[in-house]
């Protein structure tokens, strides 16, 4: 079955340090993924998706289909990346639908 | 550009009783999505809807509904309410074929 897994509900780093949030993926499709990000008081909102292979504020995800990862990175952490972070995979192709994981809580402290 | 609209924006019931919660999309947009968020476990996908039609449907019990209305804005009631059902449900829409969802701020739903 088809499941997205984020498996730090929170992780909390120095301004400054590298960080790294982890999503792993199941599912027997070719698989489209996501990052969403949700800043404090406002709407869930794409952070970068992997087709596009872009960075958005310093972040850059890979898709690893070996390891059916995805992770989120980032090289150096700033205050306003704090958030809750969820990684999404599309379901069903193009046609298709988003499940989500749980999600991150990135902490980043002065 | 107005965004992805939810009303109301908080609503209180009683168990039994029934909820219904309203999302206008952006326009343009075909397709809109319903999610549960409950504390602690993340989005989960509810429903789906596309010109009209449900496309696709997570795993909840019958009594949760919808449907989408010719000017593609769409309801979301929950019959039989039991007090698991508060949570935040959150409506996105997007083009059909979606490569970028956009969510509302979504309707805080109590039941006590």
């Known amino acids: 079955a088809q499941r997205v897994t984020q498996p730090e509900k929170l992780l909390s780093v120095f301004k400054g340090a590298p960080v790294e949030l982890k999503c792993n993926y199941s599912?027997?499709?070719?698989?489209?993924l996501f990052w969403y990000v949700q800043y404090s008081r406002q709407r869930l909102q794409l952070l970068l998706r992997?087709?596009s292979r872009e960075s958005i504020k310093g972040f850059t995800a890979d898709l690893n289909k070996g390891e059916t990862s995805f992770h989120l990175k980032k090289p150096f952490a700033q205050e306003e990346d704090s958030a809750m972070y969820y990684c999404?995979?599309?379901?069903?192709?193009?046609?298709?639908?988003?499940?989500f994981g749980k999600g991150t809580k990135l902490s980043v402290k002065p | 550009e107005a965004g992805v609209t939810q009303s109301p924006t908080h609503l209180i019931k009683t168990r039994g009783q029934q909820a219904t919660l309203r999302c206008s999309p952006i326009?343009?947009?075909?397709?809109v999505y319903w999610y549960q968020q409950a504390l602690g476990l993340g989005l989960q996908f509810l429903l789906w809807y596309d010109e009209g039609e449900e496309r696709n449907r997570g795993n909840f019990p019958p009594r949760f509904s919808g449907r989408q209305f010719p000017n593609y804005s769409s309801e979301l009631n929950v019959n039989a309410l039991e007090l698991e059902d508060s949570a935040l449900y959150l409506c996105a829409s997007s083009f059909v074929g979606v490569t970028e969802a956009f969510f509302g701020q979504g309707t805080r739903l109590t039941v006590v």
């Open positions: 999404a995979l599309l379901f069903g192709g193009s046609q298709g639908n988003l499940i």
């Open positions: 599912y027997s499709g070719s698989p489209e």
């Open positions: 326009s343009g947009h075909t397709s």
């Open positions: 992997h087709i």
